[in-house]
């Protein structure tokens, strides 16, 4: 079975500072996806990042980058530029392809507790 | 940009009742999950629902777990006799393919007294 691991339950850092968010999973498989959720204090969960394990490019969103590292089985999130309303709850989230019978289920991370400093 | 929709936002039961929580996938979208988060705990997967099926139920869905597609539109969660363990954050999702991003509803906050 896979398992997502977050060490880091709570970080803070100053508005407009760089901060980085590690996960480590585990896993036997070589292709499969890995995500970056947030769930900010509304609790709603919103996708921010997706990398697919068999791309060497690291992806981005915007603000958001992702430092894939697949042999280290390291994928953390680096947010530039932060902004008060990145505060919220940040999962790391791995996904293994099922071949379509619906059962791509997601397995997450604890979560890191982001705060926002002004 | 289209949404995953759930109702009630927070529902208060009592202990051995039955609840119905509802969700509206995104319209095109094929596959159906449920999920939970404990207050303060990590999300888990309970079941995901494709073809009309379930494909895939984890440990924590057990028999007093049911899901329904009873129209085009609408996913439900039943559970049938409420415990107070049943207490969470309940979020429906949908993914329009295989290996496709899941998208999360709001969530429904159960609470059972």
């Known amino acids: 079975a896979q398992t997502v691991t977050q060490s880091q339950p709570e970080m803070s850092v100053q508005e407009a500072e760089t901060v980085t968010l590690s996960c480590t999973y585990d896993?036997?498989?070589?292709?499969?996806?890995l995500f970056w959720y947030k769930q900010p204090p509304s609790r709603q969960m919103i996708l921010v990042i997706r990398?697919?394990?068999?791309?060497?490019q690291n992806a981005t969103e915007n603000r958001f980058s992702v430092n894939f590292q697949k042999a280290a089985k390291s994928f953390s999130l680096k947010i530039s530029d932060s902004q008060l309303g990145d505060t919220a709850m940040y999962f790391c989230?791995?996904?293994?392809?099922?071949?379509?019978?619906?059962?791509?289920?997601?397995?997450f991370g604890t979560g890191t507790r982001l705060t926002i400093i002004p | 940009e289209p949404e995953v929709t759930q109702t009630p936002s927070h529902q208060v039961t009592q202990m051995g009742q039955e609840v119905i929580l509802r969700c509206v996938p995104i319209?095109?979208?094929?596959?159906f999950y449920w999920y939970r988060q404990i207050l303060g705990q990590k999300v888990e997967f309970l079941v995901s629902?494709?073809?009309?099926?379930?494909?895939?139920k984890s440990e924590i869905f057990d028999d007093q777990f049911s899901v329904e597609r009873p129209d085009g539109s609408n996913f439900t969660l039943k559970i049938r006799s409420t415990k107070l363990e049943d207490s969470a954050m309940y979020f429906c999702?949908?993914?329009?393919?295989?290996?496709?991003?899941?998208?999360f509803g709001n969530g429904t906050r159960l609470t059972v007294t």
């Open positions: 319209s095109n979208h094929l596959y």
């Open positions: 999702a949908s993914s329009l393919g295989p290996n496709s991003p899941l998208h």
């Open positions: 629902f494709y073809n009309n099926e379930i494909s895939e």
């Open positions: 896993t036997s498989e070589n292709n499969y996806y």
């Open positions: 989230a791995f996904m293994s392809p099922r071949g379509g019978f619906g059962n791509e289920k997601l397995t």
């Open positions: 990398q697919e394990a068999y791309k060497q």
